[in-house]
């Protein structure tokens, strides 16, 4: 497709811009206790931003899911208050990035490179596997973020970082091809599915749902490496 160097700067400026935004919030937020969920989110957009630009074999797939994230955010939004502008302004600047960088072409600066699919032994189906699991990554993990660091009793708050440390070293170790790291993302969606569901059953708030939604996901980002691991025990 055409012009892929174009969309590739035009959705790395959104990553970017959002970065900045949520890094002024953390800064200027009138609540002490939010101001780690804004530094934590600033983080995620920058490393979109960054990896993007660095042309990481990864970069692509998870900028794809931190822009699903954010057309997610968007779209609850729409649905409690309703179509204001600030919320079509976010949800149509997370699907102009989605956008711009799906497609065969775009793949080609990233994980398109033969490089790292030689390193890693890797073919199509493998390849494949591998992206839609980063990308449910990168969905799940600013809802881990804003999760682990939102205000919340000791016992809580313990299970919250644990879930953020699992689900961001698990990503790393995921986009290396370490086994250790499916397991950790697994854990973490767990952890979320468990802590998200005692939420929902306790208050009936339907936000409870959302991180539900990241621990379904990160169990689907884990999912599709079970039957290769086992498969490969069976033949040790």
């Known amino acids: 497709m055409k012009f892929a160097g174009e969309r590739r700067a035009l959705a790395a400026v959104v990553f970017i811009f959002y970065a900045i935004a949520y890094l002024g919030l953390a800064l200027s937020a009138l609540q002490p206790t939010l101001g780690p969920?804004?530094?934590a989110l600033g983080g995620v957009y920058g490393l979109a931003f960054?990896?993007?630009v660095a042309g990481y074999f990864w970069a692509r797939w998870f900028a794809i899911g931190v822009g699903i994230y954010g057309i997610i955010v968007g779209a609850l939004a729409m649905w409690q208050i309703g179509a204001e502008p600030l919320v079509l302004f976010i949800g149509g600047t997370h699907l102009a990035a989605v956008v711009m960088l799906w497609?065969?072409?775009?793949?080609?600066?990233?994980?398109?490179?033969?490089?790292?699919?030689e390193k890693f032994h890797m073919d199509e189906n493998a390849v494949q596997r591998l992206g839609r699991s980063v990308i449910r990554a990168g969905v799940s993990l600013p809802i881990v973020l804003l999760y682990a660091l939102a205000p919340k009793q000791p016992a809580e708050a313990v299970a919250g970082a644990a879930a953020f440390l699992l689900a961001g070293f698990g990503l790393r170790a995921l986009v290396q091809m370490k086994t250790w790291g499916v397991i950790a993302l697994g854990a973490s969606g767990a952890l979320m599915l468990t802590m998200g569901a005692s939420h929902v059953f306790a208050s009936g708030h339907n936000w409870a749902l959302f991180p539900m939604l990241s621990g379904a996901l990160l169990l689907s980002a884990a999912a599709p490496f079970v039957t290769p691991m086992l498969r490969?025990?069976?033949?040790v």
């Open 50 to 52: 960054f990896s993007l």
């Open 37 to 39: 969920s804004f530094y």
């Open 103 to 117: 497609g065969e072409g775009m793949s080609t600066s990233f994980d398109g490179k033969l490089a790292w699919r």
């Open 232 to 235: 490969f025990v069976r033949t």
